[in-house]
């Protein structure tokens, strides 16, 4: 025969085949632990994710600097103005798209009502976004012809 036998004449040699079985066994475990475990991997949890547009970054306006010196002369950043130009180019700022912002600085010894005056002619413009510019007590402008120092 050719595959050998139990026979007198046959071959004694050890058999050469593979045992299947602890393949097979160790095969139908894994495949249960699969089928059990399958169904738990298919929960979802929920994520908010943010959502992605294609609008342009928005440009922020450009500053504009009114500074008040004690004895009440108006600069516009850092340019001496009158107060009959104030208006008018306050006007025109309040006509721009985006409208720049108003930054208003004045002197510790300022009047209030000079202070008052500039802030309702801003807003008879139209300026929209006022704000004020202070200086820390080691910092303090000097009062004179110059506007005040940030």
């Keep these: 025969m050719a595959f050998g036998g139990f026979g007198e004449g046959g071959n004694n040699a050890p ?22 475990t399958a169904p738990l991997l298919t929960h979802s949890v929920k994520i908010d994710l943010p959502t992605a547009t294609n609008e342009p970054t928005q440009v922020d306006p450009e500053t504009i600097t009114v500074s008040l010196n004690e004895s009440g002369q108006l600069f516009w950043n850092d340019d001496p103005i009158e107060e009959t130009v104030l208006e008018q180019r306050l006007a025109v700022e309040a006509d721009k798209t985006p409208q720049p912002e108003l930054h208003l600085r004045a002197d510790k010894a300022t009047r209030y009502e000079a202070i008052a005056r500039l802030m309702a002619a801003a807003r008879q413009a139209g300026i929209e976004k006022l704000g004020f510019v202070t200086l820390p007590e080691t910092g303090q402008a000097e009062a004179g012809t110059s506007p005040p120092n940030p």
């Design 15 to 36: 058999m050469s085949e593979i045992n299947t079985t602890p393949l097979v066994d160790v095969m139908l475990v894994l495949l249960i632990i699969f089928m059990i």
